[in-house]
């Protein structure tokens, strides 16, 4: 193979060479205005053709899969890839959830009901997924400094993985973020820029770092490289499902980059012939934040500022829009919108029914199920994937509301029976 990927606009189509650094189409970047999704977001292209004369078409996702996939990534050597494990997440398959406050009502479904925990990946977000290729490919090109925006987790995910590969991080924030993530950019060492501002300033202010120091920039759907890291969970749901597709995928949609991440590793596997059919992808907004699902048939593209507890997926302007609507149109994915209210609640039910606590932007998803299932939406019998994208621990502050913190009691049993009597039984 001459040239192991290029290019391809999603908006003109052009094709650029996968020789050098490019973030946007050259020629749609020219007409970006501020305000607006950006025009010129790219999309990697593999030797499809070629890839499939690597094994018989039964044998290929196993001769890919012995490789991790590098033939369908753009680094030329896994030994690139950070120390820190990152993928390989488990998939839990769970039977109901609670419907009340007793753990023995329980709603049983007719569906089968996988959880994809992403938080176990090593600084407990889906983001890892995306700093770990793009932190590799640096690497392979001798690039020292990355820089990226983040509402939080791609800022934590960033900084961890340059720390574990020797390289420099620098973190543009919104001031507001979770304390929790802004610990973790400053324990593993990265440069923390808080700025009075949104995501969407943060965003525009790291392109302008990365224009003029030459800083290598991760940010999320402007770095194609995010996407592709990203699509590695959709190679991991086909293995862990036993080579079989599933028949829905529920993801929490900020910028749209995991959504089209997603996607874009299924199109992988349909391309090589590897399996005959996609996914229903179905992309969950918070209310409060749902910029994409209310601009998506608009001709002008309008902002309603963001406000909602999931602040991983508060994004006013979404930077993968024009290729995660693509996608939607291709495939006949879907949209749907989540409240706040129905964020904490899916969040008491997944944690109680699981022992898995998410944040609330990944508990989005989860609630985007829910929601699908008390509409009657779910086919009996069909298979269905919840992505849990970020830990709880991320921003526990979110959920004080909907829990109880106890009073102490006096260590006498006296006391100690008047709590169980009154807490428990």
Not at 244 to 271: A, T
Request: with cysteine; net charge neutral; hydrophobic share 35%.
């Amino acid at each position: 193979m001459s040239q192991k990927f290029h290019f391809e606009c999603v908006n003109c189509k052009a094709e650029y060479s996968g020789e050098k650094i490019i973030y946007l189409c050259p020629e749609c970047q020219k007409t970006n205005k501020p305000g607006e999704p950006p025009r010129g977001i790219l999309k990697t292209i593999y030797p499809y053709q070629q890839l499939r004369g690597l094994a018989p078409a039964h044998k290929l996702f196993e001769r890919l899969d012995q490789d991790r996939f590098l033939p369908l990534l753009p680094i030329r050597s896994m030994n690139s890839w950070p120390m820190l494990k990152t993928g390989e997440t488990p998939l839990y398959q769970i039977d109901g959830w609670e419907k009340g406050q007793s753990s023995t009502d329980r709603s049983t479904s007719n569906f089968e009901l996988y959880l994809k925990d992403d938080s176990q990946n090593p600084t407990f977000s889906f983001k890892d997924r995306a700093s770990a290729l793009v932190s590799a490919w640096a690497k392979e090109h001798g690039i020292q400094t990355l820089v990226a925006a983040s509402t939080g987790n791609a800022g934590s995910s960033l900084a961890g993985v340059c720390a574990s590969q020797g390289q420099r991080a620098l973190i543009v924030v919104p001031a507001t973020a979770p304390l929790a993530k802004l610990t973790q950019v400053l324990m593993y060492g990265a440069t923390l820029i808080p700025v009075r501002g949104t995501y969407d300033d943060a965003f525009d202010l790291s392109v302008k770092i990365s224009e003029k120091y030459g800083f290598y920039n991760r940010n999320t759907a402007y770095n194609p490289f995010t996407i592709e890291g990203k699509k590695t969970v959709a190679y991991e749901l086909f293995r862990q499902l036993g080579q079989q597709v599933p028949d829905r995928v529920f993801i929490p949609v900020g910028d749209g980059v995991i959504f089209s991440g997603v996607c874009k590793g299924f199109e992988d596997l349909l391309k090589l012939g590897i399996i005959d059919r996609m996914p229903e992808l179905v992309g969950v907004q918070a209310m409060g934040s749902s910029n994409l699902i209310n601009n998506q048939k608009n001709d002008k593209f309008v902002i309603n500022a963001s406000k909602t507890i999931a602040d991983s997926i508060s994004v006013d302007v979404p930077k993968c829009f024009y290729m995660t609507l693509g996608y939607i149109e291709k495939y006949h994915g879907n949209l749907v919108a989540v409240s706040d209210q129905e964020i904490l609640q899916s969040s008491l039910v997944l944690a109680h029914s699981t022992g898995i606590f998410s944040e609330p932007a990944a508990v989005a998803a989860f609630a985007g199920l829910l929601k699908y299932h008390d509409q009657g939406f779910i086919p009996d019998g069909s298979k269905n994937v919840v992505l849990l994208t970020g830990s709880g621990l991320k921003d526990p502050g979110a959920v004080q509301s909907s829990i109880g913190m106890p009073g102490p009691v006096e260590t006498d049993m006296h006391s100690v029976d008047i709590f169980i009597k009154s807490h428990f039984l």
